[in-house]
């Protein structure tokens, strides 16, 4: 048995909101958390504080090895090599969506977004008083793809695209002609690039993950938005990096918005990630063949159900079309899962319209589990 899997009673006993939302017969497989514990690495590196209850102020140089550890770790994993120096520490991928947005567009402004696409891409665009403009991926048979004539037409009249790649819910990875259509017109018409790339170490084999800061036509106007927390299960130590393409894309960052607005990291968040990129890839690979197993057991199992699915390139995240399952009308998939079979889903609507009749379904768990999850939901079609 692989040495990260943890059982059910193991989850059910710990504090994460995960396991914590619902009651105990549900089996939750909503939220972006990983069952896993983590890799020994980062275990050693959070016990170094409360070995020694080191829980003190540190000091603004704290975030030097953190850039510098993102550097080398992007290098090595992704052919990308971000200056240190034009990095920013965040608490939270979804704080920098919100302070790029304040930093770079003006209130009515128009942002692109790819739907469906992560709630708070959404919330955040109309919490900040900007409006959505979507451009919805398009289903081709074979997988989602970029609409690049219904981008063009989006950006006639948009300041920022935020861009979710590898793509949460669909599990889409960019391919570099998507990326290169992107950053054209992204240049064309004069639009800033928010890339949310925090999926980036969950790629599967066959495909690759392409930084949108690699792309020569988008690097001056792309800020990047990634962390360590999705590929190493550390989503609660809430540390996160903003990477600004260009030095005046920083400039800007740290002018527009006020001193100490943002807080920073905690110490052990930093420490966490720091071991994260610098110690845990041999986890990260066995994490990633445990998974692929999972992915392949829920293609399987949906082809067979007729549930509407591609398989994700990248993430654990499995997006499901339920609309030709045979449920009773008046509830969503998700409602109707949660009631009938006691598991928590994700609701599709929440990823936008297109997200209507679809599940994202979380699959970053114990084969035990997932097959008990598979189980309940086909005990549940109809
Ligand atoms: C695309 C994407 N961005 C951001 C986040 C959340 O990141 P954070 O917890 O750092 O705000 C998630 C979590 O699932 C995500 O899928």
Not at 27 to 48: S, W
Not at 90 to 95: A, H, I
Not at 137 to 143: A, E, M
Not at 243 to 255: E, N, Q
């Amino acid at each position: 048995m692989e040495r990260f899997l943890l059982g059910a009673d193991q989850l059910r006993a710990r504090g994460g909101g995960k396991w914590k939302k619902h009651p105990p017969e549900v089996i939750p497989a909503f939220v972006a958390d990983m069952d896993f514990k983590v890799a020994p690495g980062v275990q050693d590196a959070l016990m170094m504080f409360t070995d020694t209850q080191d829980y003190g102020y540190g000091q603004v140089t704290d975030t030097i090895p953190l850039f510098e550890a993102f550097s080398t770790w992007m290098a090595r994993r992704h052919h990308w090599q971000p200056d240190p120096t034009l990095s920013h520490a965040n608490t939270s991928v979804v704080q920098g969506l919100v302070a790029t947005l304040l930093a770079f567009s003006e209130p009515g402004d128009s942002i692109i977004a790819q739907t469906p696409i992560y709630p708070p891409f959404l919330l955040t665009i109309e919490g900040t008083g900007r409006r959505l403009v979507e451009n919805p991926l398009v289903d081709n048979g074979t997988r989602f793809v970029v609409d690049v004539e219904g981008l063009k037409r989006a950006a006639a009249q948009a300041s920022m695209i935020l861009l979710c790649n590898p793509h949460n819910p669909t599990g889409r990875v960019l391919d570099r002609a998507e990326l290169e259509a992107i950053a054209t017109i992204a240049a064309n018409h004069n639009l800033t690039i928010v890339a949310d790339e925090i999926h980036a170490d969950l790629v599967y084999p066959g495909a690759t993950h392409i930084p949108m800061e690699t792309i020569a036509a988008a690097a001056e106007r792309t800020v990047t938005l990634t962390s360590a927390t999705k590929g190493f299960n550390i989503a609660g130590l809430r540390t996160s990096i903003a990477h600004f393409g260009s030095p005046a894309l920083k400039d800007r960052f740290d002018k527009r918005l006020p001193l100490h607005l943002l807080g920073v990291p905690s110490r052990i968040g930093v420490a966490a990630t720091i071991a994260a990129w610098s110690e845990a890839e041999a986890w990260l690979n066995d994490v990633m063949r445990y998974l692929d197993h999972n992915r392949q057991r829920v293609t399987n199992w949906a082809a067979h159900a007729s549930l509407g699915h591609y398989p994700p390139e990248a993430t654990y995240l499995a997006w499901m079309d339920c609309r030709r399952l045979d449920l009773p009308e008046g509830a969503t998939p998700q409602q109707h899962f949660l009631e009938h079979a006691k598991v928590a889903l994700s609701e599709g609507l929440d990823f936008g319209e297109p997200g209507q009749g679809h599940v994202r379904l979380n699959f970053a768990t114990s084969a035990e589990i997932l097959e008990d999850i598979l189980g309940r939901l086909g005990g549940a079609f109809g």
